[in-house]
Nanobody, 123 residues
Framework: QVQLVESGGGLVQAGGSLRLSCAASGRTFGSYGVGWFRQAPGKEREFVARISWSGSSTDYADSVKGRFTISRDNVKNMAYLQMNSLKPEDTAVYYC????????????????WGQGTQVTVSS
């Protein structure tokens, strides 16, 4: 497993942008698939985006497709989620997750999780 720390959340107006970062510990981060998930109050944690260990494959939830971009830098042990055209319904705690050699779209696909970062989009 790796240790993950998210940052970059905050308060933004609708239509604005934020870039979330996920810092990973360990020398083998480049072999881990990464996913971003979010959880709004009273709702279940849901899939947002995922990226393969090499960065060659990405996937997005329909609700964020065309607005969010996931990326990674294996040299820096970092993953990112660029969020553009934010909407109030994007308000949630955003979590970074990782699993060795795999990147799925389910919560149970991952065994390493960060503590989350709050994103609030005002209307």
């Amino acid at each position: 497993q790796v240790q993950l720390v998210e940052s970059g959340g905050g308060l933004v107006q609708a239509g604005g942008s934020l870039r979330l970062s996920c810092a990973a510990s360990g020398r083998t981060f480049g072999s881990y698939g990464v996913g971003w998930f979010r959880q709004a109050p009273g709702k279940e944690r849901e899939f947002v985006a995922r990226i393969s260990w090499s960065g060659s494959s990405t996937d997005y939830a329909d609700s964020v497709k065309g607005r969010f971009t996931i990326s990674r830098d294996n040299v820096k042990n970092m993953a990112y989620l660029q969020m553009n055209s934010l909407k109030p319904e994007d308000t949630a705690v955003y979590y970074c997750a990782a699993r060795r050699a795999y990147s799925g779209s389910r919560v149970e696909d991952y065994d390493s999780w960060g503590q989350g970062t709050q994103v609030t989009v005002s209307s």
